[in-house]
Nanobody, 126 residues
Framework: QVQLVESGGALVQPGGSLRLSCAAS????????MGWIRQAPGREREFVAA????????FYADSVKGRFTISRDNVKNAVYLQMNSLKPDDTAVYYC???????????????????WGQGTQVTVSS
């Protein structure tokens, strides 16, 4: 059974930083690309970032490129999202996500993910 447990969400001021973590279990972690998606109030879920299963190749939504960094630790079965220069528009519930298929490629769209956790709230406000 796939389990993805996010942590690290908080209230932060504009311009601040946060690091989200995701602990993964119930599947062979190195078989799957991983990612982060988010959902703001009243809006649909949107793709944020993704990372290939091995090798570290990454892909980002234009809205976060240059500010967010996704990484993974294949020993700890964990995924991280370092978020810098946060803006009020980044306010959302952030979900750790696993790709639907075993693949050596880097996902580039939310449709490529099939499992996600319960989410962690990030609020950017002064």
């Amino acid at each position: 059974q796939v389990q993805l447990v996010e942590s690290g969400g908080a209230l932060v001021q504009p311009g601040g930083s946060l690091r989200l973590s995701c602990a993964a279990s119930g599947f062979t972690f190195t078989d799957y690309p991983m990612g982060w998606i988010r959902q703001a109030p009243g809006r649909e879920r949107e793709f944020v970032a993704a990372i290939r299963r091995i090798g570290g190749n990454t892909f980002y939504a234009d809205s976060v490129k240059g500010r967010f960094t996704i990484s993974r630790d294949n020993v700890k079965n964990a995924v991280y999202l370092q978020m810098n220069s946060l803006k009020p528009d980044d306010t959302a519930v952030y979900y750790c996500a696993r790709a639907s298929r075993r693949s050596g490629l880097t996902p580039k769209d939310i449709a490529e993910f099939g499992s996600w956790g319960q989410g962690t709230q990030v609020t950017v406000s002064s």
